[in-house]
């Protein structure tokens, strides 16, 4: 599989704390909606600033477009549109204003400028100045901004904080079309894992500086099948020393017995012989295993 | 390389539009000429006097520059030196700058090129406004005769250099406090505070070691050779290497 961004052992210490990205191995498919998940302080925007070069990096490598970032920042950064935390906007100047100070560093034609702010949206806002601009307005800006110069990569930074349930499905949708359309590879950080659910088609968690898990969304959500299976019966007692009799890892937890890794098959012959020993069974239930589900199992152990 | 820093300055240009800085140049330079005129319009029989005289124009250059010179200037240089460089901060925009295709020392030179652009425009329109006050009062008042004399470009424009190069000491370091303080207050108060100083120093003989002293040595006529143009030369050029050394290898760019 071809990667559009890399990074191999990246760590990262900020003077006088402690470490705050430890050797992370970030893989970023070409064509893909990266969601990078994480806590408020789990190192997100540590590890997208380093890609960026806007801090500088002090251990591990960088590779963008199979390119070291270091060497080939210029050629590499021309094909990068970036968003990172609130929006970089001239409060001072107009949304057209604004892109055409982007215009003359990416030196593209100006008639670019109407293409996105048609795209975002935006095409009617004239002459009222960026700082007017309501939150979901500059962030939409913001993103025409970063698409301006036709970029392969998009490197957003939670894009959708302080946006309205309205805003934050525009957003999506927008993400979306570029991506499907124009092949983009977008790679966004969020907190919010419904929106990175409903968008990205590989996820990368990231816990105080370390990557806890990186691989399709699909891969993700198969291991809710090996999810842990809650039994409730009328003799808990009896029935963990059944099971433990013949073999399978049982604990009593909160007034139940919890399995782990139990297949389908396994749970309709273990309720049989529970059965088959007078035991009653309450029910038997496997836990809700969805995103937030694994991404607090993860964060926690 | 060239190329690069054009399309750099002429993107840091566009900035400057609708700016507090492009307003501060605009008014500043046109403030002290407008009093003059106001005062001309006000004290018709001097002001015949005055355009009648072949000293007309050193006449208008001197009423200018005195109020100009010593405060204004250099507290006008001060202000847009800082607001040009924080529009990045209080725009949140160093991330944005850092993250596009352009080179350090670029970026560095392009914004510092605006600055000194700008003090070009300033100086440009102020001798129109100097202009403006030897002429106008003649428009509008039968009594007052057109100057006579012809305007001395060359020493208007000798005279406006040589107060440029003894902006630039103040140019360099306010640039290189505002790229180091994210707080606005910080570099316009040592600079005031700098500026001050060299206002009480003007009188002490070894006053001109101060950077922000020269226009006010300038305009009383009582500097050393050197304070013309090698010491502010060389101020502006330590101040600028100093600054971009800090700029460059400032740990973080955003």
């Known amino acids: 599989m071809s990667f559009c961004l890399e990074t191999t052992q990246l760590s990262y210490r900020f003077t006088g704390q402690e470490t705050a990205l430890e050797n992370i191995h970030l893989q970023v498919p070409q064509g893909s909606i990266y969601g990078f998940l994480g806590p408020n302080g789990a190192g997100k925007t540590t590890t997208l600033k380093l890609v960026l070069g806007l801090l500088k990096k002090q251990q591990g490598h960088i590779t963008i477009f199979g390119k070291p970032f270091e060497q080939h920042r210029m050629a590499v950064l021309q094909q990068v549109g970036a968003l990172i935390e609130s929006p970089s906007l001239y409060s001072h100047l107009s949304a057209l204003e604004n892109l055409q100070v982007l215009q003359t560093i990416y030196r593209c034609p100006s008639q670019r400028i109407h293409e996105v702010l048609q795209l975002v949206d935006l095409a009617n806002t004239g002459h009222k100045k960026a700082g007017q601009f309501s939150l979901g307005m500059k962030q939409r800006l913001a993103i025409a901004m970063t698409l301006l110069h036709r970029p392969s990569l998009l490197i957003l930074d939670e894009p959708t904080n302080g946006l309205d349930p309205n805003g934050i499905i525009e957003m999506r949708e927008l993400l979306k079309t570029i991506n499907r359309e124009q092949g983009i590879t977008i790679l966004i950080s969020s907190h919010l894992l419904p929106e990175i659910e409903k968008l990205s088609t590989h996820i990368g968690i990231i816990h105080k500086g370390k990557l806890l898990f990186q691989d399709t969304l699909e891969t993700l959500m198969r291991s809710t099948q090996q999810a842990p299976v809650l039994i409730s019966t009328n003799n808990n007692t009896q029935s963990l020393q059944l099971l433990q009799a013949q073999g399978v890892h049982v604990a009593a937890a909160n007034g139940h017995l919890l399995m782990q890794g139990v297949s389908k098959e396994k749970i309709a012959l273990i309720n049989r012989q529970l059965v088959l020993a007078g035991i009653d069974v309450y029910g038997i239930h496997t836990q809700h295993h969805d995103l937030e589900a694994t991404f607090m199992d993860l964060i926690n152990h | ?254």
Not at chain 2, 27 to 32: H, L, M
Not at chain 2, 65 to 90: D, F, H, N
Not at chain 2, 100 to 126: D, E
């Open chain 2, 1 to 254: 390389m060239q190329l690069s820093f054009f399309y750099s300055f002429k993107s840091e240009w566009l900035k400057t539009r609708h700016s507090l800085a492009s307003w501060l140049t605009i008014s500043g330079a046109f403030f002290i000429p407008a009093i003059v005129l106001f005062q001309r319009l006000l004290y018709v029989a001097d002001s015949a006097a005055v355009n009648a005289s072949p000293q007309v124009w050193e006449h208008l250059y001197k009423d200018n520059w005195q109020y100009m010179a010593v405060l204004l200037l250099p507290m006008g240089v001060i202000l847009v030196s800082s607001l040009i460089t924080q529009l990045e901060v209080k725009n949140n925009a160093w991330k944005l700058v850092h993250s596009t295709p352009q080179k350090l020392h670029t970026i560095f030179s392009a914004k510092l090129g605006v600055i000194l652009l700008m003090l070009l425009q300033f100086f440009l329109l102020f001798n129109i406004g100097i202009y403006l006050t030897g002429v106008v009062p003649a428009l509008f008042n039968r009594q007052i005769p057109f100057p006579g004399a012809v305007f001395p470009v060359i020493a208007y424009l000798r005279g406006s250099g040589q107060f440029f190069i003894a902006c630039l000491p103040i140019v360099a370091l306010q640039y290189l406090l505002s790229l180091q303080f994210r707080n606005f207050l910080v570099p316009v108060g040592i600079g005031l505070a700098l500026l001050t100083a060299s206002i009480i120093a003007a009188k002490w003989k070894y006053g001109y070691i101060i950077p922000y002293i020269y226009g006010t040595l300038k305009f009383i006529g009582k500097q050393p050779a050197a304070a013309l143009y090698t010491l502010p030369l060389s101020y502006f050029c330590g101040f600028t290497i100093a600054s971009w050394l800090l700029y460059y290898y400032k740990k973080q760019k955003a």
